[in-house]
């Protein structure tokens, strides 16, 4: 297993929207692998496979605070929802930040596992708003897209602030990634 790069925010490659998996094989599998092992090192509760700069609709979250309870999502789909969740959100692409995002409570997703085969899943509270917002990744959709633009813009140019801040290259590095 290898430790992936996490693109961070406003990079962007992660507004691309992915593609689905045709075939669950080792290349797969090998990808679930090491998103989980960066996942658990970042650390963080879920990875979407745009994050480390894969177009597939791959996403893994793992919510327990023991490592215990590893979820894989190949081609996800919520199929339905309900209710609705405040919940204070923060993101592996977007380090340090944290907002408010209102989401459903209740999900019905369908997916396809590490195995290739299909399962269906009821998911409430922490994992419903988890897998609502890794599918949002795969879609191309920060969970900042939530947010006033106002707060939205702040955000952004703190990050390309600290990301200039921290490149060897400077201001000019920062500007061909935006």
Do not use: W
């Not at 090491?34 to 658990?40: F, G, L, R, V």
Request: net charge negative; with cysteine; charged share 30%.
């Amino acid at each position: 297993m290898a430790l992936l790069d996490i693109l961070v925010y406003p990079d962007p490659r992660l507004r691309r929207t992915a593609q689905p998996v045709a075939i669950v094989d080792e290349s797969v599998r090998r990808l679930v692998d090491d998103m989980t092992e960066t996942m658990y090192a970042a650390p963080g509760i879920g990875l979407a496979a745009v994050q480390v700069d894969r177009n597939e609709r791959i996403i893994v979250i793992d919510a327990s605070e023991d490592h215990s309870s590893l979820n894989v999502f190949i081609n996800p789909t919520i199929v339905d929802r309900s209710g609705e969740l405040e919940c204070e959100e923060g993101c592996l692409s977007l380090p340090g930040v944290y907002a408010p995002v209102t989401r459903s409570q209740r999900v019905h997703v369908t997916a396809i596992n590490r195995d290739g085969d299909a399962f269906e899943l009821e998911a409430e509270d922490l994992l419903a708003v988890c897998i609502q917002h890794e599918i949002d990744h795969l879609e191309g959709i920060v969970f900042v897209d939530y947010l006033s633009r106002l707060k939205h813009d702040r955000i952004r140019k703190r990050l390309e602030k600290e990301a200039r801040r921290k490149s060897p290259e400077g201001a000019n590095h920062a500007a061909i990634t935006l």
